[in-house]
């Protein structure tokens, strides 16, 4: 029988489980705006139970990549600070974390070269998330990194020997790229690198308020760091059905059911016990539910960044420090690949 990658997640969570140490993750965002809800469950939390659970984690906030979709990087280091206030105001320890950025890592940069070389134009071309990405993409020419970028991700991965890529469904051709390319060195130069495996999420896609793909730029996204009143108001506005009976049907009822999960993933609880207690209560007792939810659990995290944004000199000197580790494992990989290829 197929094992699927599900069926490898389960495996892989039950071997963290026994020997968290023999894991190292690497994942990471690019600085474009402030995390949300869609991150928080999607990836943060699972980062989060990981570190908490043993495995050492390294986090990348991903800079050079901002300019794979858009010619300049506005508000780039506004932009960096928020996301290390949103990573750890979410749980993510610094003291135990490794949080860097590309642009401060020359050595991760340099491995570009030889991945490239280990690739085909042909299967670029094929990845499905880089033409979404193109299609969805505000410039008028395709750049080369856009094209190559998922080669630096690689990069980012195999730079520290990474063996876990926690993802979402959509980075998985990106995964395909990195394993395939750490396969292809240790065949052609000896072995260097892990072959990392993806560690999919166990929580269902969180949808934006508008029923579509949750992301910043669609307007449809609660930010971790968003006030009460514009969650409560981005909720308000949200799309229902006209059935006032509320009730948890992903398959037919894509939109309330993604309210419904929004409040049961908030409140720790069953989506059908959320719903059920709803009722026939309609549209607007479900909203306000979901508001009230996602406003009492994100209210400790918010008051943490707020504080943690108040503080810059604090969060700099966070990533100052994962920056000169980041240098520090880049360098030792980077003599490695060097030797290697020489021999
Ligand atoms: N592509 C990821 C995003 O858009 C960010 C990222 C960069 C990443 N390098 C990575 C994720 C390596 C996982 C592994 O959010």
Redesign the pocket.
Known sequence: METTLEDRSRELEARIAGEPGAFRI?????PTGPLHLGHYFGTLANRVRLQRAGVELFV?V?DY?VLTDRDVADNVSEHVDGLIADYLAAGIDPSKATIFRHSAVPALNQLMLPFLSLISVAELSRNPTVKDEIGASRQTSVSGLMFT?PV??AA??LFCKANL?P?GKD?LP?QEITRTIARRFNERYGPVFPVPDALLSAVPTLLGTDGQKMSKSRGNAIALSATEDETARLIRRAVTDADRHIAYEPETRPEVSNLVQLAALCQGRDPHAVAAEIGDGGAAALKKVVADSVNEFLRPIRARRAELMADRTYLRGVLAAGDEHANAVADRTLDEVRAAMAS
């Open positions: 690497l994942t990471g965002d690019r990348i991903a990549q970028y630096h991700q980012d991965i890529v993802v980075q990106h």
